[in-house]
């Protein structure tokens, strides 16, 4: 809770008179809304949506979950994990063969 400490007094005859007392939140209303500052303040969905929240407290962490734009049409796939998995298996067996002719080049 946000407490402003300001207090104006004034003299008068018998000691000092209390012209504006200490403010809380809880105690100022918001004259559009007809709600209290400390309610604003407590308001955890003002300013983002709760779909906005949801999808940024849970974002993708794993492949499978992160999907590709794929324009080209290079993949079948439509997620990370699944284009990953195509560029395996066409790559599979290209190292050896990629390996054995960088050697014969050199013993060439």
Avoid: F
Wanted: without cysteine; proline residues 2%.
């Amino acid at each position: 809770m946000v407490i402003r400490k300001m207090r104006i007094n004034q003299r008068s005859a018998t000691g000092y008179d209390v012209l504006y007392p200490e403010t809380s939140a809880s105690m100022v209303i918001d004259e559009a809304t007809g709600k209290t500052v400390a309610s604003h303040l407590a308001d955890d969905e003002k300013h983002i949506t709760a779909e906005e929240r949801t999808k940024w407290n849970s974002p993708a962490t794993s492949a499978d979950k992160i999907t590709i734009a794929d324009a080209g049409n290079y993949y079948t796939g439509t997620h990370v994990e699944a284009a990953l998995q195509e560029i395996g298996q066409a790559l599979n067996g290209t190292r050896g063969s990629i390996i054995t002719a960088v050697n014969e080049l050199l013993l060439a």
